[in-house]
């Protein structure tokens, strides 16, 4: 760590989430029964060496298990990027994350931040305490992606490729390569702390939900995913929309299946949830490829955004 800034030096802010990448385990050959969240984000840098003329700022935003993300977390993490990115010698963000939500947050910082700079999340499939923890190497590899002269928008690096905040999506429980960018493809590589381009850097989205950055806590709208298969039935519509107990439904996203067909059992209960003013959305439950809308369509799609980014998309659509 550089600590005296030269005019030269630009700052990496990398900053902390929790997730297995800061997971213990009682010993060092277990990979998978660990706790994650329990090592400091400064100390997830202990031996990293920075890139020459790059001094690394540690901050801890929060320390959690990435299945457990919660929306105010999502606000704060996006606060703190703001902050950091409007600071001029501030080159880039890196954000120590869990792997089991990091498409999400990739794809919500990549929605509401207008990111002229990097801001690269990174990530671990084993713990710090493994025999061969992953996290280092990553965090080492999103540095160089972060400082990367020219670098911007939202993405995440693991095991060397790094991948856009649109296209990425966890599709292996268990591999250090748990990611993918479907038909995309990945942005590019890192090798030995160089960055190997294929795609162009993803474009900044302008924010549209202000709220997000000026209000102390947003009221997020609620938005349920519900899954299209053999055997589906109104009934789960059913029980949302009159949940009580819970903010009331704003939209719903359907994990339709193909391109975008949903059962008619489950078809008429969100025909009537749409009706009474509920945003309904269709999103592919395929891995890859995109819906591609047709006449007679009853409910608009999400294109090529998955279930879980189909659902933020709404989110910040009726939030905006
Ligand atoms: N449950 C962990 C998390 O998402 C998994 C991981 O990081 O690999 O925080």
């Not at 890139?51 to 690394?56: D, H, I, R, S, Y």
């Not at 939209?251 to 009537?272: Q, S």
């Amino acid at each position: 760590m550089v600590n005296s800034l030269s005019p030269e030096v630009r700052r990496v802010v990398v900053l902390g989430t929790g997730g297995t990448i800061a997971g213990k385990a009682a010993s060092s050959g277990d990979n998978i029964g660990y706790t994650a969240g329990q090592v400091g984000v400064a100390d997830l840098l202990g031996g990293i060496d920075a890139p020459t003329g790059v001094a690394l700022v540690a901050e801890q935003v929060a320390q959690l298990d990435s299945k457990d993300m919660s929306f105010d977390t999502w606000q704060k993490l996006a606060q703190r990027c703001a902050h950091w990115l409007a600071q001029a010698d501030v080159a880039g963000i890196v954000i120590t994350h869990g792997t089991d939500t990091l498409e999400e947050t990739t794809f919500f910082l990549h929605s509401v931040l207008s990111a002229t700079k990097p801001v690269v999340l990174t990530c671990a499939m084993r713990p710090a305490t493994a025999l061969a923890p992953d996290g280092p190497q990553n965090v080492r590899d999103a540095i160089s992606v972060a400082s990367t002269p020219g670098a911007r928008g939202v993405m995440a690096v693991c095991a060397g490729t790094i991948h856009g905040g649109l296209d990425i999506q966890k599709t292996h429980t268990y591999r250090l390569d748990a990611f993918a960018s479907g038909d995309a493809g990945p942005l590019g590589y890192v090798e030995e702390g160089e960055v190997r381009l294929v795609r162009a850097w993803p474009e900044a989205a302008a924010s549209q939900v202000s709220k997000i950055f000026d209000a102390a806590a947003v009221q997020w709208p609620r938005v349920e995913i519900v899954m299209s298969h053999a055997g589906a039935s109104g009934a789960v519509v059913e029980a949302l929309v009159q949940a009580k107990g819970v903010d009331p439904l704003r939209g719903l996203v359907l994990a339709a299946t193909g391109n975008g067909t949903v059962h008619h059992a489950l078809e008429e209960a969100a025909l009537k949830a749409q009706a009474d003013g509920i945003a309904i959305v269709r999103a592919t439950r395929c891995v890859n490829g995109r819906i591609l809308p047709k006449a007679g369509d009853q409910f608009r799609d999400a294109g090529a955004l998955t279930p879980v980014k189909a659902r933020i998309a709404l989110m910040l659509e009726l939030l905006g």
